[in-house]
């Protein structure tokens, strides 16, 4: 795709600014994440976000997977949906969805020049604040029926915080971006309650209980109901394959009969998927609550058609362009992608990977950003693999991976760990090394995860559907050398 002129002076604009997902050296204070930046700007616009009727999801794991279950119901529903969420894959435009659908360029040129004279009378204002601004602006404009807005980083200081939505979620906690959020699972979870407001439902999923305890106590002090995923809500795996997994939900509050939620469908791979669909189900039952028009048929299709890329996604070469020597068979390279980027969630995938390919050898190709616990991930994934390709994505945060060869090599002989400069080049060299019934796994950040559907597309043309976000791909935000764009430039 062709980017218009002045789409990409847009996306400089908002880049040029200070960029918290492309530099986390900061600290992590209420004056350096100050909220009455995002206020002030939107008080300028008129408060566009005082009118919208919203779900604020905040998490470690689960909370994109979460949120996209939330929009595709809802969409399923009849509603016209807003959908915000970060970072993004392939183009910016993901960020900012309504119906689905990314926002048009020429969308985002008419919401900065509109949104400029105000962003530049507030000193100090980022990047994520002004993506904020533009996409409440934008879904109030479009006159969404509901927003689903998820939380950038922490849930307190973020600058989406600004809303009082009809229901809050959180997803599991676990460590991550420790030097910012605290060191503790107590201390990461009270950063995340800070989206619990007085008197809002505040639905919780499965949790550990030194974080669990936190949400409890800050819900009991904000006067919020607790539902807890888990214990009011609870599901039942039925089956599952690479096609997707079926299962049932049972809760003395479903507001839908349970019989018709026995065999829900969902396409997202690996169990911790149906704790994010029943979490996802326990937000829609409070909306139901409220008015929403979901019934249990709106669940199902909504459920059933949710699009998440490189969460478990599995990848297999058309049969027609398999070497000659596969076609046989029709046996070609599997491919999965996915976005672990702590231990957490390295742990789920690894436990993922051995229940649907078990007995098959496992390659991985690794890349971490520099703030990630390169050490923890690692050890979670290489431990009986059988091989590790380091690599770094166009990220400006990613990790230097010559320097993750001494981590992998605690696990896998130093023949079997390599390092290659460029996602698509250690894609193309595993596939091409590699016996066909070897699973290649990309993962460690979501970039590698994005970057790596890009290769696969240039190897495959048409592979994904139309309309897929990675055929509206964009060359990564440079890495500016500047940190703050003065006001009135």
Not at 185 to 207: M, N
Not at 444 to 463: K, N, Q
Request: proline share 7%; hydrophobic share 45%.
């Amino acid at each position: 795709m062709t980017l218009p002129p002045d789409y990409q002076a847009a996306l400089d604009y908002i880049f040029n600014y200070v960029d918290y997902e492309r530099r986390r050296s900061v600290l992590y204070t209420e004056a350096a994440w100050d909220l009455a930046r995002t206020r002030r700007v939107l008080h300028t616009l008129g408060d566009p976000h005082l009118g919208l009727r919203i779900v604020h999801v905040a998490g470690s794991k689960g909370k994109g997977s979460t949120a996209a279950n939330i929009d595709s119901v809802l969409r399923a529903a009849g509603l016209r949906t807003g959908f915000y969420s970060s970072p993004h894959l392939h183009t910016f435009r993901e960020r900012i969805r309504v119906d689905g659908q990314l926002i048009a360029p020429q969308d985002v040129v008419r919401l900065l020049a509109q949104c400029q004279p105000a962003i530049e009378a507030v000193p100090g204002i980022t990047t994520f604040e002004i993506m904020t601004v533009l996409a409440l602006l934008h879904f109030a404009q479009q006159q969404v029926d509901w927003v689903v807005l998820e939380v950038g980083l922490g849930g307190r200081l973020d600058a989406t915080n600004v809303v009082t939505p009809a229901v809050s979620v959180i997803t599991p906690i676990s460590f991550e971006h420790t030097a910012l959020l605290g060191d503790t699972l107590a201390k990461i979870a009270r950063e995340k309650a800070g989206i619990i407001k007085p008197g809002v439902p505040v639905v919780v999923a499965p949790q550990e209980a030194e974080a669990l305890a936190v949400f409890q106590e800050v819900a009991a002090a904000q006067g919020a109901r607790l539902v807890q995923v888990g214990r009011d809500w609870r599901w039942q795996a039925l089956s599952d394959g690479l096609d997707g997994q079926t299962f049932a939900v049972h809760s003395a509050a479903c507001p839908w009969p349970l019989d018709e939620l026995r065999e829900l469908r969902t396409p997202l791979l690996g169990a911790h998927q149906l704790a994010n669909a029943t979490t996802a189900i326990a937000a829609c039952a409070e909306l139901a609550s409220q008015g929403a028009p979901i019934d249990a048929d709106s669940l199902r299709r909504g459920l059933s058609q949710v699009v998440w890329p490189c969460r478990l996604e599995v990848l297999a070469a058309p049969a027609a362009q398999l070497p000659e020597q596969d076609q046989v068979s029709g046996m070609g390279a599997t491919v999965v992608l996915d976005s672990a980027h702590n231990d957490a969630s390295a742990r789920l995938l690894r436990s993922a990977l051995g229940h649907y390919f078990a007995g098959r050898p496992l390659l991985f190709i690794l890349g971490v950003s520099n703030d990630k616990d390169a050490a923890g991930i690692l050890a979670e994934l290489l431990p009986g693999a059988a091989a590790a390709v380091l690599t770094r994505s166009r990220h400006p945060r990613a990790a230097d991976p010559r320097e993750l060869a001494p981590l992998a090599e605690r696990y896998l002989p130093g023949d079997r760990v390599s390092v290659v400069d460029s996602v698509a080049d250690a894609l193309a060299q595993s596939l091409a090394q590699t016996s066909p019934e070897t699973v290649i796994c990309l993962t460690g950040s979501l970039f590698i995860a994005g970057e790596a559907r890009e290769a696969w597309l240039a190897r495959h043309p048409g592979y994904f559907p139309a309309g897929d976000w990675v055929y509206a791909a964009e060359p990564p935000a440079p890495d500016w050398q500047v940190t703050q764009r003065p006001a009135g430039n």
